[in-house]
Each structure stands twice: as C-alpha cells, then as structure tokens.
C-alpha cells in the first residue's frame, strides 16, 4: 500500500513537471487536516451520544436503534463539517480575502 502511494506521488510530479510546474511549488489545501478532524470528532460525538441514547431508552426496537446511529453519525458529522467552514471562512477573511 505504501509503495502504491510512493508511486502515485512520483508519477504526480513527473506529470506536474512535464506541463512545465514545479513540482515543489505546489501546495496543497491548508484546512484538510482541520476538515477531516472536525468530521471525524463530529462522527465520534454522534456515535457517544447515539449510544448513550439507546442504553437510557429502553423502549426502543432493536430495529430502530441503527436509525439512531446513523442519523446522529450524519447530523454531528455534518455539524464538524460546518464548523469547519466557519472557521476556514473566518481564516480566509481575516487574511484579506486573497
């Protein structure tokens, strides 16, 4: 697997330097790691409380319970991805908008 990214990545920068880039100008997205945290934080928070719900309620159907998780786990996730917006947006704006 990771000789397949290796090889991935060199054929990126063969590719960027024969349309004439440097290869070591490129940047990549700076918020991704931001993006990817906040969703995966969000994902976990859904689940936590996804749980804490099934096991306070018992009146629930087994049935129901993965109607729980996977719409909590949607709605937290989404809110990470939101959150995310925000704070690039308010990054983006504090720097002028370049």
Known sequence: MILGIV???KKENLAMIEKGLNPKIYK???YTT???GLLITGCGLGLLIAYLIDMASLTID???NATLYFALLAVFGG???ILSYSIEKKEWLD???E
């Open 7 to 9: 090889y991935l990545a």
């Open 28 to 30: 990549p997205a700076p």
């Open 34 to 36: 931001l993006k990817y």
């Open 62 to 64: 087994a049935e129901e």
């Open 79 to 81: 809110i990470g991805l």
């Open 95 to 97: 720097k002028g908008g």
